[in-house]
């Protein structure tokens, strides 16, 4: 073994999924993009990345990713490995050399895939917040959610809530203008999912044929949150991509439906551009209880509660 591979480092991480709290569209820009205003909520399911550094100095940058899913790609198309390569550039521009050596990452998924969950927004997160600190680049939260707009909307968000105290933020912009918001829901919740995925661009591509009569009062929402006052949070949670994806995917229609029916939910909401559903409760029993009905019907669906700290066992595999 050489001294150099002896310094090899291995760092392990959570990257945890977001929920949109409320969604608004507010308008389109030059590009296309749309804009929009945004309440988003770190919550407590995660995906483990594993980040291992063998430096070496007389060799390029190599890249490899591992995941527990198939399906999932492994090469530049993964949102892991364009992270890498984004912070790898960054490096160059930074202490004026590329990094040499074998970066090996591993993805163990739980988030599901094209969910609305922002699982591969949270992964290229940990990746940015990871070799940050393998590389001692030294960047701050706010420079690194800057790195963060070059690889996805959600990737500020995923940023600052992994890296930081946060949990709740406001994003405006294409969703990667950030205003914390604190404390955030403090909550019990239950994800679920129909068998099938459904794109962002399209829901985006079809959203401005399918207007919507309600919208949400984000403001009235946010200081809600604020005072702990439930009252202005709940009617305030909107997603007006519902509009869209409730309406031409009627199964997630069903799962909502079925979702208000399955025990003593305080709101349900689709969240972000579908199709997961999620079921807001005041306490842990009745998440649980409601999970275990849904999953009776079918669904992949999964307990969980609004922050970061773990609580209960891990349900993913049940
Ligand atoms: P968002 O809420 O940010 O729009 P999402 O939860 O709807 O995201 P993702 O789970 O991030 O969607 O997956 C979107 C697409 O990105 C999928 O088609 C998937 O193949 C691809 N992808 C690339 N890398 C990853 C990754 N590391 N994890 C998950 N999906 C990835």
Known sequence: MTKEQSR????????????????????VRDDGYHLLET??????????????WEPDSCGELKITVTNSKPYLPVDSRNLAYKAALVMAEQAESLIGKRPRGVLKIHI???????AGLGGGSGNAAAMVIGLNRLWEMKI????????GTLLG??????????????????GTGIGEVLTPVKPGMKKHIVLAKPAFGVSTKEVFREIDRFPSSERPDTQELIKGLKQG???RVYPNMINILENYTLKC???????????????????????????????????????????LEIRRHGYEAYWAH?????????NDKL
């Open 8 to 27: 090899s480092v291995q760092l392990n991480l959570r990257s945890y999924a977001k929920i949109n709290l409320s969604l608004d569209v507010t308008g």
């Open 39 to 52: 309440v988003m909520q770190q919550v407590s399911l995660y995906d483990d990345i594993g980040i291992r």
């Open 108 to 114: 163990e998924k739980r988030i599901p895939v094209a």
């Open 140 to 147: 701050d939260t706010p420079g690194l959610c800057a790195i």
């Open 153 to 170: 909307a959600d990737v500020p968000f995923c940023i600052l809530t992994q890296n930081s105290r946060y949990t709740c933020a406001l």
């Open 229 to 231: 006052d439930m009252d």
């Open 249 to 291: 995917y009627p199964e997630v229609q069903t799962l909502k439906d079925r979702m208000s029916a399955a025990g003593d939910a305080e709101k349900v909401l689709m969240s972000g551009s579908g199709p997961t559903v999620m079921a807001i409760y005041n306490n842990y029993g009745s998440a649980r209880r409601a999970c």
């Open 306 to 314: 609004t922050g970061k700290e773990i609580r209960g066992e891990r």
